[in-house]
């Protein structure tokens, strides 16, 4: 059975970086029916998609975050992981890491979410 | 301001019909698939429908899904207590990628 965990610090100071990992158990990251995503969940902005990756390491991110967001692969580890840079308060959030059956399609399975605060 | 638009609040008493609306546009709803995720307070969001009318292995088949145009419903019927939770759809943007509703908050009265 699917199992997504995110982890990572849960308090990030302003401008700094939210780094965080999502691990895969259940199935393997390079299964070429999957992509892995990142979507974050915060009272004033909602449900909001940041970014999904393929095994082969090819990324899309929201046009609103693309400036700022990176996600990476790993498949040795079975884990993806997702850096936002020079983060504010409006970045607080829960994220959770995902997993979508095509490029072209919603989320299918999400891991239980980390809350990251950013606060001095 | 979310790109699906979803009644803020729905409500019904148990055993009742209650159909939820997410209006999208051409770029979305009207040329992709509509999901729908059931919410509970401090939980993530699960999977109900997915390509507008499919439920997983082990989603009641009281929940269903339909798609018309640029709009979609999810529909609950025989409403029970343990149905009260946030709803949200969502879908393939062009432009945007994946994009959510705002939510609907079901209350069972």
């Known amino acids: 059975q699917l199992q997504l965990q995110e982890s990572g610090p849960g308090l990030v100071k302003p401008s700094e970086t939210l780094s965080l990992t999502c691990s895969v158990s259940?199935?393997?990251?390079?299964?070429?029916?999957?992509?892995w995503g990142w979507i974050r969940q915060s009272p004033g902005r909602g449900l909001e998609w940041i970014g999904t990756?393929?095994?082969?390491?090819?990324?899309y991110y929201s046009p609103s975050l693309k400036s700022r967001v990176t996600i990476s692969v790993d498949t040795s580890k079975n884990q993806f992981s997702l850096k936002l840079p020079s983060v504010t308060a409006a970045d607080t959030a829960v994220y959770y890491c995902?997993?979508?059956?095509?490029?072209?399609?919603?989320?299918?399975?999400w891991g239980q979410g980390t809350l990251v605060t950013v606060s001095s | 301001q979310s790109v699906l638009t979803q009644p803020p609040s729905a409500s019904g008493t148990p055993g009742q019909r209650v159909t939820i609306s997410c209006s999208g546009s051409?770029?979305?709803?009207?040329?992709?698939?509509v999901y729908w995720y059931q919410q509970f307070p401090g939980t993530a969001p699960k999977v109900l429908i997915y390509?507008?009318?499919q439920r997983p292995s082990g989603v009641p088949d009281r929940f269903s899904g339909s798609k018309s145009g640029t709009s979609a419903s999810l529909a609950i019927s025989g409403l029970r207590s343990e149905d009260e939770a946030d709803y949200y759809c969502?879908?393939?943007?062009?432009?945007?990628?994946?994009?959510f509703g705002g939510g609907t908050k079901l209350t069972v009265l």
């Open positions: 051409s770029s979305n709803i009207g040329r992709s698939y």
């Open positions: 390509r507008n009318n």
């Open positions: 259940g199935d393997s990251i390079s299964n070429s029916y999957y992509y």
């Open positions: 969502a879908a393939w943007d062009d432009s945007l990628d994946v994009v």
């Open positions: 995902a997993r979508q059956r095509y490029r072209t399609s919603p989320v299918d399975d």
């Open positions: 990756i393929y095994y082969t390491g090819s990324s």
